[in-house]
Antibody, heavy 120, light 110 residues
Framework: QVRLVESGGGEVQPGRSLRLSCAASGFTFSHYGINWVRQAPGKGLQWVAG????????FYSDSVKGRFTISRDNSNNMVYLQMSSLRVEDTAVYYC?????????????WGQGTLVTVSS | QSVLTQPPSVSAAPGQKVTISCSGSSSNIGNNYVSWYQQFPGTAPKLLIYDNDQRPSGIPDRFSGSKSGTSATLGITGLQTGDEADYYCGAWDSSLSAMVFGGGTKLTVL
C-alpha cells in the first residue's frame, strides 16, 4: 500500500537549519510529484514546496523561498526539505503528500507528519 | 489571511445537507482545478474531491464538489456525526506559482 513517512523534525533555535525526509513506498515513486504542506499549531494548512516527478521543476511558497530547498532521490524513493534560517513562525507539523493529479495540485496520500519547533 | 476564503464554521443536523463555500480569484479557482480535504484532529488531511468534482475511490457519493467562476462548493448530504471535521479547499495559483488553501471550515453536526 502507499506509504509516506516523514522524519527529521525536532526542536531547533531560530536561525539554525534542519533537514526533513520523506520516505515513500508502495508505488512507483518516480511517477509522482511530491509536496510539503505544513500546519502551525491550531492553524490551517499551508503549502510549502513541491517537486515534479523527475525533479525538473521545484516550487516554493513566498514565505520559504530562498530559505528552504526541496529535492528528491528517485533511486531511494526519498524527498527532502532542507530548511535554513529557521524562524519561530516556521513552527508546524510538516506533511509530505503525493501529487495524484500530476500537476502538483491534489494530494491523495499524506504522511503522518513530523513536528518542527523553532524556539530559543 | 488565506488566498482562498472559506466560512470559519458551518453546522447542520444529522441527516441534513450542508455546503461549504470557497471563494478565490481568476488566478486560482477561476482557471485551475479545485480540491477538497477533510481533516480530523491530530490526523493528516484526506482528499475528498479533486479536479473540482471528482471523488477518489472510497469516498462516498454523499460528498460532492462543484465550481462556478471563481468560487467552489463542497456539498455533504446525509450528515453523520462522524463527518465532524475541518474541511479545506485548495487550488493552484498561477500568479503565485503556488498551491493555496482556504483557511478551513469546521463542520459541526448538531
Amino acid at each position: 500500500q502507499v506509504r509516506l513517512v516523514e522524519s527529521g523534525g525536532g526542536e531547533v533555535q531560530p536561525g539554525r537549519s534542519l533537514r526533513l525526509s520523506c520516505a515513500a513506498s508502495g508505488f512507483t515513486f518516480s511517477h509522482y510529484g511530491i509536496n510539503w504542506v505544513r500546519q502551525a499549531p491550531g492553524k490551517g494548512l499551508q503549502w510549502v514546496a513541491g517537486i515534479r516527478s523527475d525533479g525538473s521543476d521545484k516550487f516554493y511558497s513566498d514565505s520559504v523561498k530562498g530559505r528552504f530547498t526541496i529535492s528528491r532521490d528517485n533511486s531511494n524513493n526519498m524527498v527532502y526539505l532542507q530548511m535554513s534560517s529557521l524562524r519561530v513562525e516556521d513552527t508546524a507539523v510538516y506533511y509530505c503528500a503525493r501529487d495524484d493529479c500530476h500537476s502538483l495540485t491534489c494530494y491523495g496520500y499524506w504522511g503522518q507528519g513530523t513536528l518542527v519547533t523553532v524556539s530559543s | 489571511q488565506s488566498v482562498l476564503t472559506q466560512p470559519p464554521s458551518v453546522s447542520a443536523a444529522p441527516g441534513q445537507k450542508v455546503t461549504i463555500s470557497c471563494s478565490g480569484s481568476s488566478s486560482n479557482i477561476g482557471n485551475n482545478y479545485v480540491s477538497w480535504y477533510q481533516q480530523f484532529p491530530g490526523t493528516a488531511p484526506k482528499l475528498l474531491i479533486y479536479d473540482n468534482d471528482q471523488r477518489p475511490s472510497g469516498i462516498p457519493d454523499r460528498f460532492s464538489g462543484s465550481k462556478s467562476g471563481t468560487s467552489a462548493t463542497l456539498g455533504i448530504t446525509g450528515l453523520q456525526t462522524g463527518d465532524e471535521a475541518d474541511y479545506y479547499c485548495g487550488a493552484w495559483d498561477s500568479s503565485l506559482s503556488a498551491m493555496v488553501f482556504g483557511g478551513g471550515t469546521k463542520l459541526t453536526v448538531l
